[in-house]
């Protein structure tokens, strides 16, 4: 009785190893092993890009923060575009200084002077500011279309090599004639390790992708409302100095 369970134990500790992920992977067919492969480096690609995108949001909101409580402290804006104009490391600093920018040159030139330079100078300002906007939100959503690829298409791929890996475990069932399941489950166990890779390459890029994509629009439109205030600032001082 104890070689019989000395044998079982032996037997399960045999049938875990050959069913364990590196066996799995090592055992698979060539096609199979590229798509495994191929959804690994998927994955991992995609951790890299939440991980960076997550530190990139957060220091972009307290910036923005920062940024919002120095120009409503009433201070001069000449003296907060001196002090950051050279090189604004946010978007909304870009954005201000991009439109403190096309100001002063306006003013050097003396643009600023009659009702006809006044509206087309603030013109010039809003698509100044508009065209910042999109740059900048186009540079924050940078690799959000990865994201969103891997999400969409990382089942399908996974899926393929399922379908692939099961081919090959029925070819290889009637070659041997044998339906135990000793010789079915390895084939299709590594066909449906597949389908997992799949899913844990999709499922967090998906998530990831919905919540960056609702970050990003929230953040857009933050940057339209300081736009539109500090739009609202220059058109009253363009009206000041023209009358």
Not at 5 to 11: G, I, M, R, T
Not at 50 to 76: D, L, P, T
Not at 149 to 177: C, D, E, H, R, Y
Request: with cysteine; charged share 20%.
């Amino acid at each position: 009785m104890e070689s019989q369970a000395v044998n079982a134990l032996q037997l399960g500790a045999t049938a875990a190893n050959e069913l364990s992920m590196w066996a799995l992977f090592m055992r698979a067919d060539i096609v199979v092993k590229v798509v495994m492969l191929l959804l690994l480096m998927a994955s991992f690609w995609c951790w890299a890009i939440i991980f960076e995108k997550i530190i990139r949001i957060n220091r972009v909101r307290k910036q923005a923060e920062k940024f919002e409580h120095e120009f409503w402290s009433g201070g001069s804006l000449e003296a907060l575009y001196d002090r950051i104009g050279a090189a604004p490391d946010h978007p909304m600093a870009v954005l201000f200084a991009a439109a403190m920018r096309e100001w002063r040159r306006s003013a050097e030139r003396g643009l600023v002077r009659g009702d006809g330079m006044v509206a087309s100078l603030q013109t010039r300002i809003q698509q100044v500011m508009r065209i910042t906007i999109d740059r900048e939100l186009e540079r924050l959503e940078r690799y959000l279309g990865f994201l969103a690829t891997v999400g969409s298409t990382g089942p399908f791929v996974g899926l393929f090599g399922t379908v692939w890996g099961i081919m090959n475990s029925f070819q290889s069932i009637a070659a041997s004639k044998n339906t135990s399941l000793a010789v079915v489950a390895p084939g299709i166990a590594e066909a449906l390790f597949a389908t997992a890779l799949g899913l844990v390459a999709a499922i967090p890029a998906v998530v990831a992708y919905n919540k960056f994509s609702n970050d990003m629009q929230h953040y857009g439109t933050r940057l339209e409302g300081f736009a539109g205030e500090f739009g609202a600032i220059l058109s009253r001082q363009l009206d000041e100095e023209a009358t």
